[in-house]
């Protein structure tokens, strides 16, 4: 078989593209593609995750340290005030860089089904399955590039609440 169906967002834009289609299984192929697609987005989902978690807890810890340091009677020395701050503008730049690592959430899902649909009348099984492939490796490859940036949100996220804890500590040690 020499053809496949193009699958683009517009259901006008269905076309058979004439190229050779290998000889080998089309549904292991996309079983493949489908498969590395959903593990990518699960593996997305996750750091989503776990910058949420991360904001959480800079914020709980925040919170926290400024209570512990206000309730009791005694003047608050200067100094811890200084590393609640510090603690402070951790916090916010953590909140920055989750919301924006948060927002990075435009990816590839695979083959658009409504397009699908149309373009499944007049083609048989064997060319659906390597476009569908096709359209998922595409994806795949599209979402690679917005991996990167939600991996070091998370990296930079998890360094952040760390030093954001220690300057709480550290406040809280000078205050007792």
Do not use: C
């Not at 750091?47 to 400024?66: E, H, N």
């Not at 020395?77 to 951790?90: E, I």
């Not at 099984?125 to 991996?147: D, F, K, P, V």
């Amino acid at each position: 078989m020499t053809s496949a169906v193009n699958i683009d967002e517009s259901p006008d834009a269905v076309e058979v593209i004439t190229r050779p289609i290998p000889s080998v299984g089309e549904r292991l192929v996309y079983e493949v593609a489908r498969d590395r697609v959903g593990a990518q987005l699960g593996q997305l989902d996750g750091l989503d995750g776990k910058i949420a978690a991360f904001m959480s807890l800079g914020a709980a810890l925040l919170g926290l340290a400024v209570a512990v340091l206000t309730v009791g009677d005694d003047p608050v020395p200067t100094t811890s005030w200084a590393f609640v701050g510090l603690g402070g503008f951790y916090f916010a730049v953590l909140a920055l860089l989750g919301l924006w690592g948060y927002s990075l959430r435009d990816f590839d899902h695979g083959p658009p089904l409504p397009e699908f649909w149309a373009a499944a009348r007049g083609h048989d099984e064997r060319e659906l399955y390597w476009s569908a492939a096709e359209t998922y490796t595409e994806a795949y490859i599209n979402n690679q590039g917005q991996m990167g940036p939600k991996v070091r949100a998370g990296r930079f996220g998890l360094w952040l609440v760390t030093f954001e804890f220690l300057s709480l500590l550290i406040a809280l040690f000078l205050a007792a």
